[in-house]
């Protein structure tokens, strides 16, 4: 019979990126002690921990070192090695499991799961050389994307491949290895839900979020999405089945492709915090973060209720590289905005830096007024509703 681990106890996170910082501010909420693993030893979560093993997320023993000093273990990063989360689970809970972290870590793997299980996708062929993708490319047709099965984020690792020609080059621009070619859809528009499932079974979802991305990174998010009551239904129902069937204990975030001819499609899983979802620090009665603190502690979920409508845009590294810093004092004028900063020290082209989140009487109000305050920072997001 599972425990409450209840606040008091110390938390281990493997990752200290910001999703790491902001599960840790949650958890500090609510009372836990905070560890955390990172390579960086400046991570965007190092000044909000009690303690850091800066380390690799390969390194098995580091793992076991954080374990052995935690009362439970969750993770910010679908980047661990399989063994390092096994290891760490002879010495503390560690939630996710290393199976389930196994299996999405591979899209190809992944892919192959959500089919094998029902779980509706679109057309795709798993290929590990370039003359696979030429064949695959020609049965499936020449409007596909390429993704390498395992690494890459926000775009990283994939291609678009819109003429066959193009197959023996994008096949080493995604560094060769083995790839998941999905066939390109008619999208209507992009949709994320989050499920909650604690260790006794008790399960959470929240309503679907309504993303749109920019370079195959997201731009802005609205939750909840304006989308029907029937999409909601089918989007809802798909997150609860992924969570009993993947035996989940924590949070999952389900990627979703609404197509123009009405089906929805299983793009992918992160079982962690996700981008999509940062809005629900204002807009729910309880954020993302504090729910991935009380599924892993096997704590009652939180109430997924949307107190306000809320909108986020992300603010990434291109702002900070002009020849004055961001204005954030004019994007902090207008009502509703509020401002989050990661911590990080490093700005780069396209690098998530922090986000600007409002609220509104009507999710799309709440995307105006993010509109307005990105503006006022000099940025111009596409930020039209998708027909």
Not at 30 to 40: I, M, S
Not at 156 to 175: K, M, N, P, V, Y
Not at 190 to 207: F, H, I
Request: hydrophobic share 45%; net charge neutral; with cysteine.
């Amino acid at each position: 019979m599972n425990r409450p681990i209840l606040p008091g106890t110390t938390l281990g996170i493997l990752g200290g990126g910001q999703l790491g910082r902001m599960t840790a501010l949650a958890a500090r909420t609510l009372g836990y002690q905070v560890h955390a693993l990172d390579p960086d030893p400046d991570c965007a979560a190092r000044p909000v921990l009690d303690r850091l093993v800066s380390a690799s997320f390969q390194d098995v023993d580091a793992a076991v070192e954080l374990a052995s000093r935690c009362d439970v273990v969750t993770l910010e990063i679908e980047t661990i090695a399989v063994n390092a989360l096994e290891a760490a689970a002879k010495v503390a809970p560690v939630r996710p499991s290393a199976q389930v972290m196994g299996m999405v870590q591979d899209r190809g793997i992944q892919k192959a799961w959500l089919s094998k299980n029902g779980f509706p996708v679109g057309p795709f062929r798993e290929v590990a050389s370039a003359v696979e993708l030429g064949a695959a490319v020609a049965q499936m047709g020449a409007s596909c994307f390429i993704k390498a099965c395992r690494g890459g984020y926000d775009g990283r690792g994939q291609a678009e491949l819109l003429d066959l020609a193009e197959a023996e080059q994008l096949w080493s621009q995604i560094g060769g290895g083995r790839a998941v070619v999905e066939q390109a859809l008619d999208l209507q528009a992009e949709l994320s839900v989050l499920v909650a499932r604690s260790p006794s079974g008790k399960l959470a979802v929240y309503p679907p979020a309504l993303n749109h991305h920019r370079n195959r990174i997201l731009e802005w998010s609205l939750l909840p999405g304006p989308i029907s009551a029937s999409v909601t239904g089918q989007a809802v129902q798909i997150a609860l089945d992924l969570a009993v069937g993947l035996r989940l204990e924590g949070i999952l975030v389900v990627e979703l492709f609404l197509l123009r001819d009405g089906r929805l499609l299983v793009n992918e899983l992160a079982p962690r915090p996700h981008n999509s979802y940062h809005a629900s620090e204002v807009a729910c009665a309880t954020s993302q973060f504090e729910q991935a603190v009380r599924a892993v502690c096997d704590l009652p979920l939180g109430s997924v209720e949307i107190v306000r409508p809320a909108a986020i845009v992300n603010l990434l590294g291109d702002l900070w590289l002009r020849d004055a810093p961001p204005p954030f004092e004019a994007a902090l004028e207008v009502p509703g905005v509020r401002l989050h900063l990661y911590g990080k020290r490093v700005a780069r082209p396209g690098r998530k830096m922090g986000h600007l989140s409002a609220t509104g009487r009507t999710p799309e109000e709440a995307l105006a007024a993010a509109k307005l305050a990105m503006a006022r920072l000099g940025g111009q997001p596409s930020l039209p509703l998708p027909g």
